[in-house]
């Protein structure tokens, strides 16, 4: 498997930089006239994400890039809404993934499926993209990246939840991966740990 040299690797990481600080002025959440419906049912997600980067075929730890988040998410009879915010703390962050401090949205539309779970379509704020939740509550999400270019090294956000190992706890990995011809190669990924609060029930 491929992988990108450290020149390019940091003129990426200085492209996205300046992607980012463009963007950062727009508007991150869709636009509305009127308030939302009130959800069937809301939660709450949040921890601690560590992040490691894919350096001579093996994961690396990348500190400076941990985060922070806070999730909300709100579920409807046939889709649920998510706002997403990220809080990188860490004093070295370079600012290459962007804004210490983001908001990122995700719309899911969820239709029943054979194994009692649902198949997903997203439209989100990083792109659109297709998934499956399963009965017991894990979900696997692929997002084509919208912002694509030959500097950018990544083109999928590929997102996995795992709900199993306790509960009130929610595990998710979001991999970012280049694809080829028959190939994948991973750039970076963020290891999420926190816990789910109650949903409350209107």
């Known amino acids: 498997m491929s992988r990108l040299s450290p020149a390019l690797l940091a003129l990426a990481a ?7 600080a463009c963007a950062s002025g727009s508007l991150p959440l869709p636009l509305a ?3 939302p419906p009130v959800p069937t049912s809301s939660s ?8 490691f980067r894919f350096v001579n075929e093996a994961w690396v730890a990348a500190p400076e890039d941990d985060y922070d988040f806070l999730v909300l998410e709100e579920r409807y009879s046939e ?5 997403k915010e990220i809080y ?10 962007g804004p210490r401090v983001q908001t990122l949205w995700f719309s899911i539309r969820m239709s029943p499926a054979a194994d009692g779970g649902f198949d997903l379509v997203a439209t989100t704020s990083e792109g ?5 939740e399963t009965a017991g509550g894990g979900l696997s999400l692929e997002v084509a990246y919208a912002r694509k270019n030959w500097f950018v090294p990544f083109d ?6 795992d709900q199993s190992a306790s509960p009130g706890r929610l595990m998710e990995t979001v991999t970012l991966i280049k694809k080829g011809k028959g190939t994948e190669t991973p750039f970076m990924k963020m290891e999420e740990d926190g816990l789910v609060y109650k949903p409350v029930r209107p």
């Not at 709450?44 to 992040?51: L, Q, S």
């Not at 889709?79 to 706002?83: A, L, S």
């Open 44 to 51: 709450v997600f949040a921890g601690h994400a560590r992040a």
């Open 79 to 83: 889709h649920r809404e998510v706002i």
């Open 88 to 97: 990188r703390r860490h004093p070295k962050y370079g600012g290459r993934s």
């Open 33 to 35: 006239e009127s308030p």
């Open 156 to 161: 999928t956000i590929r997102i996995r939840q």
């Open 128 to 132: 659109n993209g297709m998934g499956h």
């Open 14 to 20: 200085a492209f996205l930089a300046s992607l980012a």
